[in-house]
């Protein structure tokens, strides 16, 4: 007798324990679902500080799209004199990615050699305003500015990234 009241109880708990998981599947389903749209939103909302107004997305160029072009040596700049009164210099190489589908790219891509002088230039120019310090902190941002530079140089976007490697600081 003890067994079957013993059996009944169980029985009955396992019932009532059923019965408030479904009740918290369904509470805890509901609170997720706004939990997901109120992600959602705060991403839409992110995404849309990342673009800068008036700007265009520019379309990823792919791979089987890309000329490489590796200037000649190294580069050795000069950096600005930092607060302690030293003289720092980099050294590194520079490779540039150019769209060979861009309109641009058969006027100036296939003499990119021959303009090489002025691509240097410009990287010396904006490379030689940063001290080692702000160099070697944020050397990302210097890269940006370098290509911007390119650009504005060749009037053009046909060149779309520069590859800065093997750096060096002394």
Known sequence: MKKNI??????ALLVVNIALTGIMLF????????????????????????????EEEKPAVSLADTQN???????????????????????FDVSLAMNIKHKDYKT???????????????????VGKYT?????NNFESIKQEILAEIQELFQSDFIYKVAITN???G
């Open 108 to 126: 100036y891509g296939t003499v990119i050699s021959e303009r090489e002088s002025m691509i240097k230039d410009v990287i010396t120019s904006v």
């Open 69 to 91: 072009h590796d200037m000649a040596g190294s580069m050795t700049i000069p950096l600005s004199i930092s607060d302690d009164g030293r003289q720092a210099y980099i050294m």
């Open 27 to 54: 509470s805890v389903s509901s609170t997720n679902k706004k939990t997901a749209a109120l992600v959602n939103n705060i991403a839409t909302v992110m995404n849309l500080e990342l673009m800068v107004p008036g």
């Open 132 to 136: 080692m310090e702000e160099c070697s």
């Open 167 to 169: 750096i060096k600081y």
């Open 6 to 11: 013993l059996s009944v109880l169980i029985l």
